[in-house]
């Protein structure tokens, strides 16, 4: 089967997008990845041997210029009109969308020629790109057991899961290395917050058998890996960690945003989280109710994230292990996200 998988302009877009690409290639199938200039080098590298390339003209559509929405529009436009005359000479039978404003332009081609589309949905609450396809679309596949927001239409909706990359499926269900290790991980958006709160924490904790392993961004490195040392507290200090699948492991607790790529990969190795939701962002917000739903952790507003109230959280939890031990027994997920998104596709 010739299969077309549409990728969106974030790697929260690409890597659940080339896991299955990886998959159904396995299987057989002939692979054409679409994609835009943002990810160019990104779905270049990680696409299967032998698969197709297609460049999408798109970008967002959330700017708050007017002039700037038209043109991000008119760029989706062109390139679903695009796309329509590639299909009409090498028609796919599949075309399989991972959301964002990239994807949209393979959905429309495909349902102007009648091509079997499946759309996936990496949030607990549908986001605007999704939403708008959703009209052209015969099945929805999601990350979460329950999204919020899903338009009302004919097209079927399967719980599969979100993808992840072959090293967090390796650490699934690995027990806890004890010992006090938190992780804290906010992303370049993400980081400040995280950065004036976690420290300041942490120096008022009795327990100062704490390690920290701690993520941000390059100017603020040599600025928490000071105050940590003033503190006497054991910490290390990235502006980028390289084995993600490995430091998440590693942690007996995480601290740090709710993008739903973060939020599945903790559920897949099975680890207790604070998440401090992104307020611009209200499908952070329905994650990590999500996650903290099953009882793997907390979700607080960035509001009420407070140096006081994480010094007090993070005492209880590390005065008693067995607590810990339980909660991460209950954020375990088992991820069969790519098998299932595969056989969705392909029967």
């Given amino acids: 089967m010739k299969i077309w998988i549409a990728t969106g302009g974030t790697g929260g ?22 994609y835009d200039g943002r990810v160019r080098d990104m779905v270049r590298r990680g696409a299967p041997s032998g698969a197709h390339f297609s460049h999408v003209w798109a970008s967002g559509v959330g700017a708050k210029s007017r002039v700037k929405q038209m ?11 695009a796309l329509v005359l590639r299909f009409m000479i090498s028609r796919p039978h599949r075309v399989v969308a991972f959301g964002g404003y990239a994807s949209v332009p393979a959905v429309f081609a495909a349902h ?67 010992g006090s290790r938190l992780l804290v991980t906010g992303g370049s958006l993400g980081a400040t917050i ?32 000071r105050f940590y040392s003033e503190h ?7 502006s980028f960690i390289h084995d993600m699948a490995g430091a998440i492991a590693g942690s007996d607790l995480v601290i740090g945003r709710s993008g739903a790529s973060t939020v599945v990969e903790l559920q897949t190795i099975g680890r207790p989280a604070i998440f401090v939701p992104l307020g611009i962002n209200p499908d952070q917000a329905a994650n990590a109710a999500s996650f903290a739903k099953n009882g793997g952790g907390f979700s607080i507003e960035q509001s009420k994230f407070t140096a006081k ?3 007090s959280t993070l005492s209880e939890l590390f005065d008693n292990p067995s607590r810990l031990d339980k909660m991460a027994k ?18």
Avoid: C
């Fill in 330 to 347: 209950k954020a375990l997920v088992k991820n069969d996200a790519v098998d299932l998104i595969s056989d969705v596709v392909t029967k």
């Fill in 194 to 225: 995280l950065d004036d709160v976690v420290p300041v924490a942490v120096a008022a904790m009795k327990n100062k058998k704490i390690f920290v392993t701690h993520q941000t961004r390059p100017e603020n490195v040599e600025r928490l890996q």
């Fill in 232 to 238: 006497k507290i054991r910490a290390n200090v990235l």
């Fill in 71 to 81: 043109w991000a529009l008119f760029k989706i436009g062109v390139s679903g009109v």
């Fill in 13 to 34: 877009h690409v890597y659940p997008a080339l896991s299955v690409a990886q998959e159904l290639a396995t299987r057989g199938h002939s692979i054409t990845i679409s």
């Fill in 309 to 311: 109230w994480l010094t």
């Fill in 112 to 178: 102007v020629w009648g091509v079997p589309t499946f759309l996936h949905e990496q949030n607990a609450a549908i986001g605007r790109a999704n939403k708008f396809t959703m009209r052209w679309v015969k099945t929805l596949m999601t990350s979460f057991p329950s999204v919020s927001g899903i338009p009302n239409t004919n097209a079927r909706v399967v719980y599969t899961g979100l993808p992840v990359r072959r090293d967090f499926l390796n650490a699934a269900g690995a027990p806890l290395p004890g």
